[in-house]
């Protein structure tokens, strides 16, 4: 898998644009012009805000498409129309939601879920130890100093940086020598980020101010001179936050200099759609470079740094297959490989040998290979079997070593390790156990925790249980589910799931989903196709023309669970964020009878024009384009907007947004609950909430969270039946 965070460009479309009037040709619904907010959770009928319809349509294939809501498109901070229209959204679903019982008992219950020291892994300078920790009520984390005598120093603390929290950092990383800190400062939530420096031994921010980086590593060079880092072209004056993305370049930055003289490192001029990304082998000699159209496939060059030639060379090229370089020995790379359908293996490939000749070090096993490690001098694999993790250990020329003992059944993640250093850390966390960092000695074989959190809420009451279930195809899904140990017969129940890009749904703990627990019910994670819990083929059985595979797990899921008596007639609650919240609206459009409240966070909604925002032209490869018929027709068949299916009762629908998100843009929500709101759906409600001063999920304050998370399970418990005891 290609290690960036999150998400080609769009070919010509073969469409023709038409404004016209008269009555809609597919499934959107009518104009309402209903403008009085009704504040009773259970009135009837729900009169919700005015929303303007527009006679677009968009001729694709023969298709007529119907698009009255492409207005929301508009950015409020020029668009007036838009900016009230949210301002009315806002009103109308705070007011309808400060009636919900329960709100205040599941706010209090998530302040005590989240209030555990949570650190995460360290990077080690010599003797001392940079890690980020958040505590309690901190709505950001802290950057610390451990040196070796323990004595431990603040070195960030976002609270100082903004009145409201808002203003955070990201991705960080500790130079060579322990001298200097890059740490890149993301504000609102969003996606973009400037990258800041500071100055270890005086506590002092450096001069150094570089813009625009987004998708980016930060990347150190060996002699602590300056980092590698990933940006795109500043946007031209006037131009949207949601416009899309192009131009992705990898630069060199040297500390003490103007931003205008860093050096274009990297770049795909000839493929600007691309992302590009960089990072060093553990001991800085090579920059190891991947470059993808849809971040999962990548092409990998490498740059030896210590020769006067620093000339990318490419090592794998158009490939359609998964690489990750894990480390280096001397001049051998070792890297993961996936090949096509196979489960992963590890491979090497001598760097000085004048062609790339690869070799297999540890080849396919009985299990998926997820992460690969090298620390001392052996290799730390982390392996999935049935969505539950092992972690091998391999001498470095591939032979078995035994395993490493693992507290339980849960997820490990965030491994450091580094070649000739017999330490090593994890995290491990599950649905009863908040994330811990572990140390473990790679020559003894000893396993401590490094910092063990204390939390207020009681997770020792918690059971976890798999469960297998099968799907309309007769694929066998797994499914975890989790509840307390006294519950009794079906129990309302939040389901969930993501199924997307390859990523999984391991057991790990939920500060968000473990009060739904404690109050009684459940919670269900199903590993639906389009993840990664089987490796390549599971991904692939789930995208592109294959989509509908995923939606039809999680209807089977929700289907399992009734059967089974796991949760009672119209108890379910299904949940899902980004492409999972997608899924959700995908499922409640083709299944609305199987559920009592659906909460789609930050979903995509507009399947027909994902594309064209922001960086959504690099999900073209995971979705489909809607320029090509065929994929065209798959997209329109589930795009949860263009389906939503008046006549039909539907559940009682939570959609959150954040306005600041430059991820999936928040008119995707805008638009998918305006047609909700203007179609004959029965009483129950459809509300959307939207986070000000917030984003994609990333760098919002705890506070945020906890207020957004009470308003979710108060919802989904008032209409799943779920009894709220103070």
């Not at 005015?50 to 009255?68: I, L, N």
């Not at 940079?130 to 323990?150: I, Y």
């Not at 973009?192 to 150190?220: G, H, N, P």
């Not at 129990?491 to 500060?511: E, I």
Request: aromatic residues 10%.
């Amino acid at each position: 898998m290609v290690p960036l965070m999150s998400r080609r460009r769009f070919g010509k479309a073969i469409c023709a644009f038409a404004v016209v009037a008269g009555t809609q040709r597919t499934g959107l619904a009518g104009e309402n012009t209903a403008n009085v907010p009704s504040p009773n959770p259970d009135a009837k009928p729900i009169v919700y805000p005015q929303t303007k319809r527009d006679a677009v349509v968009e001729t694709q294939f023969g298709v007529s498409v119907p698009d009255p809501y492409r207005w929301l498109e508009g950015d409020p901070r020029t668009d007036t129309d838009v900016a009230s229209w949210i301002d009315n959204q806002r009103r109308f679903t705070t007011e309808y939601l400060s009636h919900l019982p329960g709100r205040d008992v599941f706010r209090k219950s998530l302040v005590s879920t989240f209030d555990y020291e949570r650190v995460g892994i360290p990077q080690r300078s010599g003797d001392r130890y940079f890690f980020t920790r958040k505590v309690g009520g901190q709505n950001q984390p802290l950057l610390v100093m451990r040196d070796d005598a323990g004595q431990e120093r603040i070195l960030l603390d976002p609270a100082t940086w903004s009145a409201d929290d808002t203003i955070t950092f990201a991705e960080w990383r500790v130079s060579r020598d322990g001298a200097y800190v890059a740490y890149a400062v993301q504000d609102g939530g969003s996606d973009w980020r400037t990258i800041r420096v500071l100055d270890v031994a005086t506590d002092k921010v450096t001069s150094d101010v570089v813009r625009w980086a987004r998708i980016t590593q930060i990347a150190w060079a060996n002699d602590g001179s300056g980092f590698y880092y990933s940006r795109y072209p500043e946007p031209k004056p006037g131009l949207s936050d949601a416009s899309g993305l192009i131009n992705h370049a990898i630069y060199f930055h040297r500390i003490g200099t103007p931003q205008a003289d860093d050096t274009l490192f990297f770049a795909t001029p000839s493929k600007p759609g691309r992302v590009n990304s960089a990072g060093l082998t553990p001991d800085g000699r090579y920059a190891i470079i991947y470059s993808t159209d849809d971040l999962v496939h990548a092409d990998v060059s490498v740059v030896d740094l210590e020769q006067g030639d620093q000339s990318p060379r490419t090592l794998i090229e158009n490939s359609i297959d998964r690489w990750s370089a894990i480390g280096n020995v001397s001049t051998k790379l070792l890297l993961m490989a996936t090949k096509g359908p196979e489960r992963s293996k590890i491979v090497s490939v001598d760097l000085a040998a004048s062609k790339p000749v690869f070799i297999d070090v540890v080849p396919e096993q009985d299990a998926h290979l997820t992460g690969a490690y090298i620390a001392d001098d052996r290799i730390l694999a982390i392996y999935f079997v049935d969505v539950k993790f092992e972690m091998r250990r391999f001498r470095l020329d591939g032979s078995p070593d035994g395993v490493v003992k693992l507290p339980g059944m849960g997820s490990v993640h965030a491994v450091f390790g580094e070649p000739g250093n017999r330490e090593a850390f994890f995290v491990y966390g599950s649905f009863n156990q908040a994330e811990t960092v572990y140390k473990y000695d790679v020559e003894t074989g000893q396993l401590v925790a490094w910092v063990e959190p204390a939390i207020g809420a009681d997770l020792a009451s918690i059971t976890v249980e798999q469960r297998f279930f099968r799907s309309k195809d007769g694929t066998r899904v797994p499914m975890f589910v989790a509840r307390r140990k006294d519950t009794v017969g079906p129990v309302p129940t939040l389901l969930t799931g993501y199924g997307a890009f390859g990523l999984s749904m391991p057991p790990a703990y939920s500060a968000m989903l473990t009060p739904w627990i404690l109050q009684g019910g459940a919670v269900a994670f199903a590993n639906i196709r389009g993840g990664g819990e089987y490796g390549a083929a599971w991904h692939e059985a789930g995208r592109g023309l294959k989509k509908q595979n995923s939606f039809d797990d999680m209807i089977a899921a929700a289907e399992y669970l009734h059967v089974s008596k796991m949760a009672p007639p119209n108890g379910i609650a299904i949940y899902g964020d980004s492409a999972g919240g997608l899924m959700v609206g995908a499922v409640v459009n083709q299944r609305p009878d199987l559920f009592a409240a659906a909460l789609p966070s930050v979903g995509v909604m507009d399947m027909l024009r994902f594309h064209k925002f922001t960086g959504g032209a690099l999900w073209l490869g995971e979705y489909g384009n809607p320029a090509r018929e065929e994929e065209f027709r798959n997209l329109l068949s589930y795009s949860p907007y263009h389906n939503v299916k008046p006549g039909k009762p539907y559940p009682a629908v939570l959609v959150t947004t954040g306005e600041a998100d430059n991820r999936v843009v928040p008119a995707h929500s805008f638009k998918y609950s305006a047609a909700l709101q203007a179609s004959d759906l029965g009483p129950r409600p459809r509300l959307l909430r939207i986070g000000a001063r917030a984003g994609h999920g990333t760098g919002k304050p705890a506070a945020k969270v906890i207020e957004e998370a009470a308003d979710m399970l108060a919802f989904a418990a008032h209409w799943t039946g779920l009894k709220i005891r103070g």
